[in-house]
């Protein structure tokens, strides 16, 4: 079966380096996909402008007054509602950080230079970074160490690996587990995000790097637009990902990058 960015077929889990053990001998659908970065509008680029510059003042300014009106003693009924509107601000935030962020890797591509970049901090970084969301859900979060190397760009693979750490965390229930990590796989490194989740079925797999596909359709808590953004960054890079996934039971997004000389 064969897809636009590239192949999808079926294939085992595993349990590396202490993953999350999926059942046993599960059959998983996985899919290798290239991004190729697409010439954007004027509207585009308007947009761009827009979400970056007119909107943020605004939110800024009702951050302000949130702040304000937080001042003092408040009853508990005023709490309740001061941190559900502190909720929809920071809602907003991430919501306009993703807009920001696709609008801008959707313009052609520059050529993009590839330095080594140390993977390590780069994997603590991701992690650290939704850290406070993981504990809420009281999902376990565990970074493998690593003094792996890789050729890439560390703007590019950092806002790659965010995103899968989000989107591990957003869709793993309580309880669950996410590991990140990386391996040695021949001239390349393989680095790995493993989550106990719910899952990708397999008339998903070619969709869901496309602009807002949501995962669970349900979920209104973001514009979908994460794994648009990974694809867009990963083909800037020249990199390749893989995602293995088995309904309910958990999914593994795992980029290859060549080792640095």
Same mark, same amino acid.
Request: glycine residues 8%.
């Given at each position: 079966?064969?897809?636009?960015?590239?192949?999808?077929? %079926?294939?085992?889990?595993?349990? +590396?380096?202490?993953?999350?053990?999926?059942?046993?001998?599960?059959?998983?659908?996985?899919?290798?996909?290239?991004?190729?970065?697409?010439?954007?509008?004027?509207?585009?680029?308007?947009?761009?402008?827009?979400?970056?510059?007119?909107?943020?003042?605004?939110?800024?300014?009702?951050?302000? +007054?949130?702040?304000?009106?937080? $001042?003092?003693?408040?009853?508990?009924?005023?709490? @309740?509602?001061?941190?559900?509107?502190?909720?929809?601000?920071? $809602?907003?935030?991430?919501?306009?950080?993703?807009?920001? +962020?696709? !609008?801008?890797?959707?313009? /052609?591509?520059?050529?993009?230079?590839?330095? /080594?970049?140390?993977?390590?901090?780069?994997?603590?970084?991701?992690?650290?970074?939704?850290?406070?969301?993981? !504990?809420?859900?009281?999902?376990?979060?565990?970074?493998?160490?690593?003094?792996?190397?890789?050729?890439?760009?560390?703007?590019? !693979?950092?806002?790659?690996?965010?995103?899968?750490?989000?989107?591990?965390?957003?869709?793993?229930? /309580?309880?669950?587990?996410?590991?990140?990590? @990386?391996?040695?796989?021949?001239?390349?490194?393989?680095?790995?995000?493993? =989550?106990?989740?719910?899952?990708? %079925?397999?008339?998903?797999?070619? !969709?869901?790097? =496309?602009?807002?596909?949501?995962?669970?359709?349900?979920?209104?808590?973001?514009?979908?637009?994460?794994?648009?953004?990974?694809?867009?960054?990963?083909?800037?890079?020249?990199?390749?990902? =893989?995602?293995?996934?088995?309904? @309910?039971?958990?999914?593994?997004?795992?980029?290859?990058?060549?080792?640095?000389?």
């Amino acid at each position: 079966m064969r897809e636009t960015h590239g192949h999808v077929k %079926a294939t085992e889990g595993s349990a +590396a380096f202490g993953t999350p053990r999926m059942p046993t001998r599960p059959m998983t659908w996985s899919m290798t996909a290239k991004a190729k970065p697409h010439k954007p509008s004027e509207f585009e680029s308007v947009l761009l402008a827009i979400a970056a510059h007119d909107l943020r003042q605004p939110l800024q300014v009702i951050q302000l +007054a949130h702040d304000f009106l937080g $001042r003092g003693d408040r009853t508990t009924s005023e709490l @309740c509602q001061l941190q559900s509107g502190q909720a929809a601000i920071d $809602r907003l935030k991430n919501q306009l950080d993703e807009l920001v +962020a696709a !609008l801008q890797l959707s313009e /052609p591509a520059k050529r993009v230079k590839l330095t /080594p970049v140390r993977v390590g901090p780069l994997l603590q970084q991701a992690t650290y970074a939704k850290k406070v969301a993981a !504990l809420t859900k009281r999902v376990s979060v565990r970074t493998v160490p690593t003094s792996a190397t890789i050729n890439s760009n560390a703007l590019l !693979l950092g806002t790659v690996l965010r995103n899968l750490v989000s989107n591990a965390v957003k869709y793993t229930q /309580p309880g669950g587990r996410i590991l990140v990590g @990386c391996r040695h796989t021949g001239r390349s490194i393989r680095i790995d995000v493993y =989550d106990t989740g719910i899952g990708i %079925a397999g008339d998903q797999m070619p !969709l869901m790097f =496309d602009a807002f596909t949501r995962l669970d359709p349900t979920r209104r808590d973001s514009l979908g637009i994460g794994l648009f953004i990974v694809r867009q960054a990963i083909g800037i890079l020249g990199h390749r990902i =893989d995602v293995s996934s088995t309904p @309910c039971r958990g999914s593994r997004f795992s980029i290859f990058a060549s080792r640095a000389k």
